[in-house]
């Protein structure tokens, strides 16, 4: 069964301090992962795909990476508006072509 | 903007009512996803169409769970006998097979919030 596990929980950033969410995953067979922003009681947002260890996607301030292991979202000089919740999620070639989610990181910018 | 959109966007009733739920995918899209999410959680899968067929289904789907896609455009979920905890928002999204990408995005929609009371 595939497991996606998100750290950390909670982060809580001045406007332009830097950071990275980790999204760290057990499948077999990664047909993709994929990185969607959610702000609060709306659907969520997608970001990025990433499809094999070594790829990077960028789009503004964020940067995705992708290991055998892990993910990792990059935000940089991260503004005010950049507050939500970023989710990680696998398809896999076990599982079809069902989404399976980790937890989410929520992430609040002060100004 | 023709994005995927769900009505109601809220929904309250009493335990035991039954409820319907409709998601209009993005036109062109010929699969149709949908999830649960409680709150502080990620989304879990629940039933997934293709066209008109419906492929795969959750264990988490109870007998008291149903949905359509009668022509392979909108789709409706119904919760019989609600119980209290039904209450999450239920999240629609869809994605285009053999897309460019060939690994099908999938778009959500905003959401059904209900509150079962």
């Known amino acids: 069964e595939d497991q996606v596990t998100q750290s950390p929980e909670a982060l809580r950033l001045q406007e332009g301090e830097s950071s990275s969410l980790n999204c760290s995953y057990t499948?077999?067979?990664?047909?993709?992962l994929f990185w969607y922003r959610q702000d609060p009681g709306k659907g969520p947002e997608f970001l990025f795909t990433?499809?094999?260890a070594g790829e990077e996607k960028e789009k503004e301030r964020l940067k995705a990476t992708l290991t055998k292991k892990e993910s990792f979202l990059h935000i940089t000089a991260p503004k005010p508006e950049d507050s939500a919740t970023y989710l990680c999620a696998v398809r896999s070639k076990a599982a079809g072509n069902k989404l399976t989610f980790g937890g989410g990181t929520r992430v609040l910018v002060k100004p | 903007d023709t994005g995927v959109s769900q009505d109601p966007r809220h929904k309250i009733t009493k335990r035991g009512q039954n409820v319907t739920f409709r998601c209009d995918p993005i036109s062109e899209h010929n699969r149709l996803y949908w999830y649960r999410q409680t709150l502080g959680q990620g989304p879990e899968f629940l039933t997934y169409?293709?066209?008109?067929?419906?492929?795969?289904k959750s264990r988490l789907l109870s007998d008291r769970f149903s949905a359509e896609r009668p022509k392979g455009s909108f789709s409706t979920l119904e919760i019989q006998r609600t119980e209290q905890g039904d209450s999450a928002m239920y999240l629609c999204a869809s994605s285009l097979t053999g897309g460019a990408s060939g690994n099908n995005e999938q778009f959500f929609g905003p959401g059904t919030r209900l509150t079962v009371l």
């Open positions: 169409f293709q066209n008109e067929a419906q492929l795969e």
């Open positions: 990433l499809y094999s």
């Open positions: 499948v077999s067979g990664l047909r993709g």
